[in-house]
């Protein structure tokens, strides 16, 4: 039996934070990072676009996931900007 206390932590490396990308139209972006936990390793990561559902990325320690982001004229953006949040699960 093990407790692990530990949580894991995930970061996005290939964005930063308020960063812009160019377009009007919607366009799919590859997005990529690192996960850890110290007392058991990261098990998986999932990102999620817009407040949206979580989906599972390629990868653990490191990982990469491709997001659709919304153009920014459409009627669903609405001139907001897009946002994305990343978590990690660890094995235990």
Do not use: C, M
């Not at 972006?29 to 989906?55: F, H, Y």
Request: charged share 15%; glycine share 12%.
């Amino acid at each position: 039996f093990h407790v692990d206390g530990v949580a894991p932590s995930a970061e996005i490396s290939s964005l930063v934070n308020g960063q812009y990308i160019r377009g009007g139209d919607a366009q799919a972006v590859t997005i990529g990072g690192s996960a850890a936990d110290v007392g058991s390793g990261a098990q998986k990561v999932e990102v999620r676009l817009n407040d949206g559902a979580w989906q599972v990325a390629t990868g653990n320690a490191s990982w990469a996931h491709s997001v659709a982001l919304a153009a920014s004229n459409s009627p669903q953006s609405q001139g907001t900007p897009n946002t994305l949040d990343v978590r990690a699960t660890d094995r235990v």
